[in-house]
């Protein structure tokens, strides 16, 4: 399994070119992914971005021909290392992009796996983007995996140390940063850290997403 970067969609055929240093390489649009009803978007959006493939033929001459699969990758991927994970395990992973809902991240060779947003962190945001960037590099704990539909489910949350862990680097007197998560009738939640919130007294002018200073009284 090799990687390189995408250069070209060729929108006659919906295949992608690969530069692969002294060639191109070419991926048919029926070996671009692992999905048979994958739509033509999702081949488009790989341009400009790293690409796992395996080669699949080369044909020497004065113009070389390489042709490559993206989904025998993912096939071999899924085989060899995805299909043996477990709940419990630790995998590093790549955002890919970012829903209301959660954030998709790349487990490897472009297979897609959900964090939801409610197991981003423990203390509630309203979007993955409070958290998580496009591009970036995380570690993420494997949540629930489905085997019929080989959907896996991550979380983030359980690796960002326990409630006790965090209230550690707090104390009693002290007065420190954070960030509005919340307004309710009761009170306003303030994040102090990313497992971490703590109830403050209601205040006019504050919205969530807001940094302030507070004091921790208990």
């Not at 829903?99 to 490897?108: M, R, Y």
């Not at 009761?186 to 994040?191: A, D, S």
């Not at 007294?201 to 969530?208: F, H, V, Y």
């Amino acid at each position: 399994i090799l990687e390189g970067i995408c250069t070209v969609c060729d929108c006659r055929d919906m295949s992608l070119r690969v530069d692969l240093g002294c060639c191109e390489g070419i991926i048919p649009k029926e070996e671009v992914q692992l999905s048979p009803e994958g739509k033509d978007i999702g081949v488009i959006t790989r341009v400009g971005k790293p690409c796992a493939f395996k080669v699949t033929e080369i044909a020497l001459g004065d113009r070389p021909r390489v042709m490559l699969s993206r989904k025998a990758a993912q096939e071999e991927c899924m085989k060899e290392y995805v299909s043996r994970l477990t709940p419990g395990d630790i995998v590093p992973a790549t955002v890919t992009h970012l829903d209301p809902f959660g954030a998709f991240v790349d487990i490897g060779c472009g297979i897609v796996s959900l964090i939801c947003v409610d197991s981003i962190s423990v203390s509630r945001i309203f979007h993955p983007k409070d958290r998580l960037y496009a591009g970036q590099k995380i570690s993420a704990v494997v949540k629930t995996v489905d085997r019929e539909t080989g959907r896996m489910y991550l979380s983030l949350r359980e690796l960002l140390g326990t409630w006790e862990e965090n209230a550690a680097q707090f104390s009693p007197g002290s007065c420190v940063a954070g960030i509005v998560r919340s307004i309710e009738e009761y009170g306003i939640f303030v994040e102090l850290s990313p497992n971490l919130a703590g109830l403050a007294e209601l205040r006019e002018g504050i919205a969530p997403g807001d940094f302030c200073s507070v004091y921790i009284k208990s």
